[in-house]
T-cell receptor
Framework: DVKVTQSSRYLVKRTGEKVFLECVQD?????MFWYRQDPGLGLRLIYF???????EKGDIPEGYSVSREKKERFSLILESASTNQTSMYLCASSNKNFGVVNTEAFFGQGTRLTVV | QQPVQSPQAVILREGEDAVINCSSS?????VHWYRQKHGEAPVFLMILLKGGEQKGHDKISASFNEKKQQSSLYLTASQLSYSGTYFCGTESRNDYKLSFGAGTTVTVRA
């Protein structure tokens, strides 16, 4: 019954490392999202993608990039990890409704990333 | 830009009602509501697509005032299971971007 799967629940990385967070959905959804969740700040959108190879900046894209080579997979990349990127990262997917809006979004269980 | 939610937190006794508000500085095409329990992923409650539309989920309902760019979530006769953090997500027209607010933590006590 798993729909959105994130590759790791917990990650510990060193400052300056390149970090890849992977997300796979099995619902054939067109839209995929990456959020980070921090206490008091809620869910902040980093990047999203509405089609294969398409990517759009969210509200806090600085320090991140993404890749979507296949419809089911959306990767978040931290080119050079910093301590202020320590956070919970959530991936989500949804479909288009009438070609315009997002339908119900399904979230993965999250990846708790610690940068030391 | 994130929508603004209020209040940040609310404590209720079982059976009490509460309202959570969500507002945006941009014109909205849709509003989503989700609930996240501790240690779990957010779960979809409902989506509102038209101005003035009201939807319900058990005793949880919501309204969407398109003109005011606001939505409200109503928790009626709250149950212990309603505890969690509620997030509103908003979309502007012609934009698949789904941005969420900072959340409202609801604690329901017996």
């Amino acid at each position: 019954d798993v729909k959105v799967t994130q590759s790791s629940r917990y990650l510990v990385k060193r400052t300056g490392e390149k970090v890849f967070l992977e997300c796979v959905q099995d619902m054939d959804h067109e839209n995929m999202f990456w959020y980070r969740q921090d206490p008091g700040l809620g869910l902040r959108l980093i990047y999203f993608s509405y089609d294969v190879k398409m990517k759009e900046k969210g509200d806090i894209p600085e320090g991140y990039s993404v890749s979507r080579e296949k419809k089911e997979r959306f990767s978040l990349i931290l080119e050079s990890a910093s301590t202020n990127q320590t956070s919970m990262y959530l991936c989500a997917s949804s479909n288009k409704n009438f070609g315009v809006v997002n339908t119900e979004a399904f979230f993965g269980q999250g990846t708790r990333l610690t940068v030391v | 830009q994130q929508p603004v939610q209020s209040p940040q937190a609310v404590i209720l006794r079982e059976g009490e009602d509460a309202v959570i508000n969500c507002s945006s500085s941009k014109a909205l095409y849709s509003v989503h509501w989700y609930r996240q329990k501790h240690g779990e992923a957010p779960v979809f409650l409902m989506i509102l697509l038209k101005g003035g539309e009201q939807k319900g989920h058990d005793k949880i309902s919501a309204s969407f005032n398109e003109k005011k760019q606001q939505s409200s979530l109503y928790l009626t006769a709250s149950q212990l299971s309603y505890s969690g953090t509620y997030f509103c997500g908003t979309e502007s027209r012609n934009d698949y971007k789904l941005s969420f607010g900072a959340g409202t933590t609801v604690t329901v006590r017996a």
